[in-house]
């Protein structure tokens, strides 16, 4: 009973763990090779589409060709090419970061914690970075960029480590459940003590984007601070991914083949922290895309997180990059929030899965 | 079971001692709390105007402004406090509360929906508060019991709250949704009763939530040998004779009801149903009979605390008082997690 339990910790989601196992260690069929190869294209080019789709609707329909030429040849003279290039490019360019990073996030927290439930929003990761936000509004209103996404970061790394080690430090150790709880409710208080700086100080028109998320005011001055990191440490945790499969698997496996269980745990959390803190500076505490798109990943492609992290990081940025569009499109001029546009794909699928578990508290 | 023991007597005896002392310190926190304001009004002649005596001024800033609000205050603590006692009685979680399960989420959006269809928050209609943030609870609490229910093993603990945290997230974005629509106004109105605001001082407000308090509160109270019972697990309890289904949703439905109508007029209050049922716990053991009315004084104690604090300390601005509580309650809440096995 316990054995078992151990073995289907995380892989509520997929059927037949024994098989997965061995596909890690035993070389891919041909077919299944190909199959994944195609599945990385057809998100790749789903992501291309929904970026064009993304720069050419919106309040001024533009077409194809004058998208193609504002990218490629940007004339400063047209105005057309002007919002292209002003407006709508940081904008879709920084949703589909920004959604690639938390994806990444998530699928790295749900690997290293055995938790399908794991996500940045749900552990309170976001509303530590919030509260941060909110206290450097709050006292220091006119901060430079960079040194918000520094805080932003510090704010991160605070409410993981309050989440972790209390969970860690409980009898019985850090439990899926506990560090879900745990989680749940240090969100609760960051974002008590969030929206309390917010009614004090009068703040409630500036934060409220950031309450509900949004790249809608992200600038080229942002972006070209935050994708090179962004990217960096993305492709920094597919270097991870290896391990993590591991970890994924159980502790004696892991420690059977030798990795470092803690090492690979402490820089896990650092990356998980980084993505999470610098999303969370640029567009607001965006939940659920974390938890959706490895589920989803890892339905499709299977439990290696080799796999399973570069995936979630395209899949993800199609979300958040759709996502964008239907809250500009949903009810113009108004925008929706794009944070209750995502909660709304999110929340049934987090239902659904905490429907399907079965452990105790 | 305790009474055929001996210890019983003394337990009761001591359960009316502390009663005894939460009143008294109720007492004095609620004359504190209508002492403290802009205008500050001395404890004895707080005490003098409440019997009839003192200033045109005192009477108008008493009764007219701190009372009512001191009432709400009250019943809203009283209503959390057992609310907490009977979900965690229910669930048999020690950790339950009407927050972290959703309900006040679906109470929320029961609020934001009357927001947006009357307006008037003072007149008359404001009696029709409790019943909608009431409407919205039952709905999060159906939904949640619905997702967290197993044909054979009835209600799962885990599900229920991870159904409860998703349930609560779903909602609010609705929630949000809604009242970015309204306007700028109501929009704030709801942004400080999310946080956890003591809006209710109107007499009207007051008379809002009363009956809710007082047919549901002695309801409960009187049901004390189920909760007993059903906190031993399903089959004790179905062996001693209760009828667990039926026990179950009824006690439900009264603690959706004691805490929709409570947050109605005081706000989203998380953490009072999870710290209250705990310390009275603590005070005077797990018998229902007991805890449920020491839970209650509990609640009056600290939301009477919370806000008046709120109030006063960060003047001429408030914190709401669901901020103060969240601040002391959350890393209690925290601390109990890191301790429980």
Known sequence: MRLKGRTDEHAVSSEGTASDASSLTRPMLRAGRIRQILLFIASAVLLALSMFAAISLGAKDLTLSTVWAAVFHYDRSLMTH??????RLPRVLGA???????AVAGSLIQGITRNPLGDTGVLGINAGAMFVVAVSFAFFPNLPYGTLIVLSFLGALMSTLLV?????????GLTPMRLTVSGAVTAA??????????IYFDLSQDLAFWYAGGVAGIKWSQLEILAPILLI?????????????????????????????????????????????????????ISFVGLVIPHIARKLIGVDYRQIVPLSALLGAVLLVLADLGARMANPPEELAIGIMVSFIGVPFFLFLARKERRDL | MSRSIGTGDARKTKAWLVCLVLAGISFVVIVLGLNTGTIRIPPLRVLDTLFGGGSGRDQMVLFEYRLPRI????????????????MQGLSRNALADPGVLGLHAGAALGLVMFVSFFRDLEGSSALLIPLFTFTGGIVAAVLIVLLSYNRSRGIVPVRLILSGIGVASGLSAIT????????????????????????????VHAAALLPWIIIVLPYVLSQTRSLNNLSLGD?????IGTNVKRQRLLLLGAAVALSSASVSMAGGIGFIGLIAPHLARRLVGPMYQHLLPVACFVGVVILVVSDTIGRSLFQPNAIPAGVVVAVVGAPYFLFLLSRTK
Do not use: C
């Open chain 1, 189 to 198: 208080l960051l974002g008590s003590m969030t929206s309390g700086i917010a």
């Open chain 2, 71 to 86: 009432v709400v205050t009250v019943l809203a603590g009283a209503g959390l406090g057992a609310a907490g006692a009977v």
């Open chain 2, 235 to 239: 089959e004790t309890a179905a062996g």
């Open chain 1, 164 to 172: 972790f080690g209390l969970g860690a430090s409980a009898p019985g």
């Open chain 1, 96 to 102: 589909a970061v920004i959604g690639a990073a938390l």
């Open chain 1, 82 to 87: 002007q919002i292209i290039h002003e407006l």
């Open chain 1, 233 to 285: 440490v993305i492709v920094w945790s597919m270097g991870l991914a290896r391990s993590i499969s591991l970890i994924s698997m159980g502790d004696e496996v892991a420690l059977n083949l030798g990795i470092n269980l803690k090492r690979i745990r402490l820089l896990g959390l650092l990356t998980v922290v980084v993505l999470a803190g610098l999303s969370v500076s640029a567009a607001g505490a």
């Open chain 2, 176 to 203: 949000l949704y809604w009242s970015l629509r309204l306007d700028e106004d109501t929009y704030a109105f709801t942004a400080r009763w999310l946080a956890g605001s003591v809006w209710g001082r109107d007499w």
